[in-house]
């Protein structure tokens, strides 16, 4: 085997985070290993080693592309792992071996986490990834790795920055109802929210434009729509 144009040691790994209405998801990519007549599958967080002559942002944006055509969207570095065992599991170490030329170097993970608009995109996956699908962020299953921890911390980053930065915004469609926002704050949050709290809580956010337009193709009363105002 030639030695692959990587750094080693340093990796990228990205929590990529979407909201279809409903429910909040994040990506996750397929891993196979072992025999083809006892195939073995498990799930991942899209991440990759860098190339040596890569920066983390460029190698972040490079990770999605390949591993799941998303390109242009909010990324944002959080955090970094680099437990001495976080790769040594018996099962990951399988996988590893097919795809690392020093499988049992230790990596130091820089974490990132993303924010994609559903309707905008549909991930495809490419690179040595098998699949890539949404998942619901409470049926996640246990991840390769210690995507598990990663994937905790980058809910929390996302849980103390939706109100501060308004980041929620980057995953709801470009026109949304008052009633679509309170869910996409209950559910990153995890609590029931008062209606007439929230609202209050909106008039004093300017960034918050009303539209001359209400939702079309619905069963219940049409709602008003409204945009964010990015300045």
């Known amino acids: ?16 985070f979407g909201f279809d209405q409903d429910e909040l998801k994040v990506l996750l990519i397929e891993q196979t290993r072992g025999p083809k007549e006892k195939v073995v599958i498990q799930y991942a967080l899209p991440g990759d080693l860098l190339f040596k002559n890569e920066g983390l942002d460029d190698a972040a944006e490079r990770v999605l592309y390949d591993l799941a055509s998303l390109k242009g969207i909010y990324l944002k570095q959080f ?3 680099g437990d001495i065992d976080r790769l040594h599991a018996a099962k990951d170490q399988e996988w590893l071996q097919t795809f690392r030329e020093d499988p049992k170097a230790r990596v130091i993970t820089v974490a990132y986490y993303s924010l994609v608009k559903m309707d905008e995109y549909e ?29 905790s911390m980058g809910l929390e980053r996302l849980r103390e920055e939706l109100e501060t ?8 469609p470009k026109k949304f109802t008052l009633s679509q926002l309170q869910r996409l704050y209950e559910i990153i949050l995890a609590k029931k929210l008062d209606k007439r709290n929230f609202r209050k809580k909106l008039k004093n956010m300017s960034a918050i434009k009303p539209l001359s337009e209400k939702q079309k193709g619905v069963l219940h009363k049409p709602a008003q729509l409204f945009t964010y105002k990015d300045d």
């Open 1 to 16: 085997m030639s030695p692959a144009p990587h750094n080693p040691n340093i990796s990228v790994d990205c929590v990529v």
């Open 79 to 81: 955090h970094t792992f």
């Open 165 to 172: 930065k308004n980041i929620g915004f980057e995953l709801l």
């Open 123 to 151: 991930p495809q996956a490419a690179s040595f990834a098998g699949k890539a699908e949404w998942v619901n962020i409470e049926e996640v299953p246990s991840l390769a790795f210690d995507h598990d921890a990663i994937l």
